[in-house]
């Protein structure tokens, strides 16, 4: 059983940074593809970042440039650096991963950017 542990949200100005943590109870060397996706009110959940397990990262166009994706295998744990952020980016985010076939989601952390 994967656990997948969010946590950094909070309560921000627009333009201010967070810094999300996403630690899993399992190694995550061996994890080809991890995930961050973001749920607004009313909306469906979307993705918002993702890193390869060679590093390799990509993002949508709505956050480009200013998020950054990362992974310590060591501490088993994906990152997620969010810049200049503005009130559309208010949402849960959630860590994602696929693991033996299955899709895992933590419990989300609340991120607020206020204007």
């Known amino acids: 059983q994967v656990q997948l542990v969010e946590s950094g949200g909070g309560l921000v100005q627009a333009g201010g940074s967070l810094r999300l943590s996403c630690a899993a109870s399992?190694?995550?060397?061996?994890?080809?593809?991890m995930g961050w996706y973001r749920q607004a009110p009313g909306k469906q959940r979307e993705w918002a970042a993702a890193v390869t397990i060679d590093g390799n990262t990509n993002y949508p166009d709505s956050v480009k440039g200013r998020f950054t994706i990362s992974r310590d295998n060591a501490k088993n744990t994906v990152y997620l650096q969010m810049n200049s952020l503005k009130p559309e980016d208010t949402a849960v985010y959630y860590c994602?991963?696929?693991?033996?076939?299955?899709?895992?989601w933590g419990q989300g952390t609340q991120v607020t950017v206020s204007s």
């Open positions: 399992v190694s995550i060397s061996s994890i080809n593809f």
């Open positions: 994602g991963l696929v693991q033996g076939g299955l899709q895992y």
